[in-house]
């Protein structure tokens, strides 16, 4: 079951036509899959080299269906999956609440799990692990 984030778009997050600047829908979807990682148990500070473990996006892509202005409320929803020992997917919808609520944009990021100090792949973690096989 994905993960919900629910949040407010902010002025900050608009451009000067006064809709989510692309980029920004990335940080949403950043945002939110740090919320859901922390409601699995898993601090950022695992996530960060603290345990010889660094995530590192390697890919990710964006599809924008509709705009989003500041003040809207949207709900952003995480689903990982598992792509292989060392690597894992995270699909975003970013919706639009209404009345009627609608889609504006699909996300979907590809992350490498590697060691700090080798610099090279490693087996997700116990906790990274169940926290995708979760999703």
Known sequence: ???IHHR?????DTDAAGVVFFARTLMLCHEAYEESLSAAGIGL?????AADLIVPIAKSEAE?????RCG??????VKPVLLSANSFAVSFEITRLGPPAKLAARVRTEHVVTSLAKRERI??????AAWVSAG
């Open 1 to 3: 079951m994905p993960f």
């Open 8 to 12: 407010t778009v902010r002025l900050a």
């Open 45 to 49: 500070p695992q996530l960060l080299g």
């Open 64 to 68: 924008y269906l509709r705009p989003l």
């Open 72 to 77: 809207d409320k949207v709900a952003i929803s």
């Open 123 to 128: 087996p997700l973690s116990p906790a990274l």
